[in-house]
């Protein structure tokens, strides 16, 4: 069993509860066309990082677990999906988690439409919760949004500053894992800054999706969008201007990843993310010593064996073992 099967395991029942609660709103469409739109999105599995952290905390908090959670978790996921499918149709993407895109299997005018579908039927099950679930969810979706105009303006800025990338990321990405923490530290009354350690996961998690995309991916999409994250900002600041414009060509993605290694800027970026994952972990410390806690290291974790995945001498034997 994998280690994110291991600590997705206490919480995979509620975990259903919301897999459920989505299939009855794919269900729910006026026509079989509407249906098959809705089911293709909400129906197949994803990561559920949000609603699973929601609910390792409620847990840790040893707080009841009543439908109300179920729908406020459900929301979360609808929000997230919502932004997944607007993502793609601003980058342009072809594929999303293995399947063609829903723009691409159902056009853009449809898409469009769907995710503001999703985001309605996010505050339509929250509409019978209490208010201060709804102020926080629309505080963070509008954070959410505020970040990907932001990043949509930025685009091809390639004087971007760390400091902006950060605010970014920070609104677009941090800004849901900080939804499902804050939520779950307010419905159990703890003492805890859950919101906190959501919010640096988050912004661990999305740089470690940035440099996984330029050292791993075959196509990386930072590079062919011209989308300045953390790892092209460093180089910026390292390489010649000419050079660097050079180095952005698909066709040169090799020199580029040597580039990262030469000048340390992988090390610098796994050194940043270690960073907020430790204060990730500092947000939890007084947490008892326990399996719950254990669950949540091992998110962090994760991140960091994504992290060491971008490790050349990782890569190496890892491609040694698949020949044995």
């Given at each position: 069993m994998?280690?994110?099967?291991?600590?997705?395991?206490?919480?995979?029942?509620?975990?259903?509860?919301?897999?459920?609660?989505?299939?009855?709103?794919a269900k729910s469409g006026p026509e079989k066309r509407f249906i098959d739109i809705l089911e293709y999105v909400l129906v197949k599995e994803g990561k559920r990082l949000r609603p699973t952290l929601f609910f390792m905390i409620l847990k840790a908090e040893n707080a009841k677990i009543t439908s109300t959670e179920i729908r406020i978790a459900s929301a979360i996921e609808l929000i997230h999906i919502a932004s997944l499918i607007h993502d793609d149709m601003i980058d342009e993407s072809s594929f999303r988690r293995g399947i063609p895109a829903s723009h691409q299997k159902f056009g853009k005018k449809n898409s469009i439409m769907l995710g503001d579908f999703l985001v309605a039927q996010a505050f339509n099950i929250l509409s019978d919760t209490r208010s201060i679930y709804m102020k926080k969810t629309t505080a963070a979706l509008m954070q959410l949004c505020q970040g990907q105009i932001r990043q949509n303006l930025t685009r091809g800025e390639l004087e971007l500053s760390e400091n902006d990338y950060m605010e970014i990321i920070t609104e677009k990405t941090a800004s849901l894992f900080r939804l499902a923490a804050?939520?779950?530290?307010?419905?159990?009354?703890?003492?805890?800054?859950?919101?906190?350690?959501?919010?640096?996961?988050?912004?661990?998690?999305?740089?470690?999706?940035?440099?996984t995309d330029i050292m791993i991916k075959d196509d990386p999409e930072d590079i062919k969008l011209k989308e300045m994250t953390l790892p092209l900002i460093m180089l910026r600041k390292k390489t010649d201007a000419k050079e660097f414009e050079k180095l952005l060509e698909i066709s040169r993605i090799e020199e580029l990843r040597k580039s990262m290694i030469k000048l340390g800027i992988r090390k610098e970026i796994t050194e940043i993310i270690e960073a907020h994952l430790e204060s990730a972990r500092s947000a939890i410390e007084k947490v008892e010593d326990n399996d719950d806690k254990t669950g949540f290291i091992q998110m962090i974790e994760i991140i960091r064996d994504k992290v060491k995945a971008c490790d050349p001498k990782t890569k190496e034997d890892k491609s040694r073992g698949e020949k044995k």
């Amino acid at each position: 069993m994998s280690r994110q099967l291991l600590f997705q395991k206490k919480v995979a029942d509620e975990l259903g509860d919301v897999s459920t609660l989505l299939q009855k709103i794919a269900k729910s469409g006026p026509e079989k066309r509407f249906i098959d739109i809705l089911e293709y999105v909400l129906v197949k599995e994803g990561k559920r990082l949000r609603p699973t952290l929601f609910f390792m905390i409620l847990k840790a908090e040893n707080a009841k677990i009543t439908s109300t959670e179920i729908r406020i978790a459900s929301a979360i996921e609808l929000i997230h999906i919502a932004s997944l499918i607007h993502d793609d149709m601003i980058d342009e993407s072809s594929f999303r988690r293995g399947i063609p895109a829903s723009h691409q299997k159902f056009g853009k005018k449809n898409s469009i439409m769907l995710g503001d579908f999703l985001v309605a039927q996010a505050f339509n099950i929250l509409s019978d919760t209490r208010s201060i679930y709804m102020k926080k969810t629309t505080a963070a979706l509008m954070q959410l949004c505020q970040g990907q105009i932001r990043q949509n303006l930025t685009r091809g800025e390639l004087e971007l500053s760390e400091n902006d990338y950060m605010e970014i990321i920070t609104e677009k990405t941090a800004s849901l894992f900080r939804l499902a923490a804050e939520l779950a530290e307010i419905l159990s009354g703890s003492q805890i800054s859950w919101k906190d350690f959501g919010q640096e996961l988050g912004i661990a998690y999305q740089i470690a999706d940035d440099i996984t995309d330029i050292m791993i991916k075959d196509d990386p999409e930072d590079i062919k969008l011209k989308e300045m994250t953390l790892p092209l900002i460093m180089l910026r600041k390292k390489t010649d201007a000419k050079e660097f414009e050079k180095l952005l060509e698909i066709s040169r993605i090799e020199e580029l990843r040597k580039s990262m290694i030469k000048l340390g800027i992988r090390k610098e970026i796994t050194e940043i993310i270690e960073a907020h994952l430790e204060s990730a972990r500092s947000a939890i410390e007084k947490v008892e010593d326990n399996d719950d806690k254990t669950g949540f290291i091992q998110m962090i974790e994760i991140i960091r064996d994504k992290v060491k995945a971008c490790d050349p001498k990782t890569k190496e034997d890892k491609s040694r073992g698949e020949k044995k």
